[in-house]
T-cell receptor, first 115, second 115 residues
């Protein structure tokens, strides 16, 4: 089982709709959860991070974390064509002997927002 | 804040030459830097983790004698691809993390093409 799993998509939504991106992780020791956006040919850009169960909102983006279900999601409200990109879910798990860890990435979900 | 730069952004070289890529944290001290490689339409693959002043920790399957990493200061890490071959052609991306913070910020990436 992979550390982090995402639907590869593609996910296609009309402009103005809500895009819902999902991610599951396998290790219950995971401590921090991140969503990155990656445009084609570019490096990942941090959108949101979440550490605690529940919802975290930042503008049009809402991250949701459910540690019991080992599930993280990202909702994008009022989707715009400029949101079209690959969204990477990443999970941090501490290395042995350290309080901080490395990131484990999912394969990414390709989102297309059409006008 | 949290800006990471990489240089060069693109490099084309002949097979057998060595290429050095620089990664700098511009507005924070990066106690840990990470080097990733990404092939087309694939997710990020962690190559190595470097802590300032220490030897880098390489992921399984990554040749440490081929990919030399130096993290001599809190704002600079370098990756040298020695005796590059066409199969080393890829998108190399660094990320940086500050002390006691679990968030990684990515540089813009370096696209390496080995002829």
């Amino acid at each position: 089982q992979k550390e982090v799993e995402q639907n590869s998509g593609p996910l296609s939504v009309p402009e103005g709709a809500i895009a819902s991106l999902n991610c599951t992780y396998s290790d219950r020791g995971s401590q921090s959860f991140f969503w990155y956006r990656q445009y084609s040919g570019k490096s990942p850009e941090l959108i949101m991070f979440i550490y605690s169960n529940g919802d975290k909102e930042d503008g049009r983006f809402t991250a949701q974390l459910n540690k019991a279900s080992q599930y993280v999601s990202l909702l994008i409200r009022d989707s715009q064509p400029s949101d079209s990109a690959t969204y990477l879910c990443a999970v941090s798990r501490a290395d042995r002997g350290s309080t901080l860890g490395r990131l484990y990435f999912g394969r990414g979900t390709q989102l297309t927002v059409w006008p | 804040g949290a800006v990471v730069s990489q240089h060069p952004s693109r490099v084309i070289c002949k097979s057998g030459t060595s290429v050095k890529i620089e990664c700098r944290s511009l507005d924070f001290q990066a106690t840990t830097m990470f080097w990733y490689r990404q092939f087309p339409k694939q997710s990020l693959m962690l190559m190595a983790t470097s802590n300032e002043g220490s030897k880098a920790t390489y992921e399984q399957g990554v040749e440490k004698d081929k990919f030399l990493i130096n993290h001599a200061s809190l704002t600079l890490s370098t990756l040298t691809v020695t005796s590059a071959h066409p199969e080393d052609s890829s998108f190399y991306i660094c990320s940086a993390r500050a002390r006691s913070v679990d968030t990684q910020y990515f540089g813009p990436g370096t696209r390496l093409t080995v002829l």
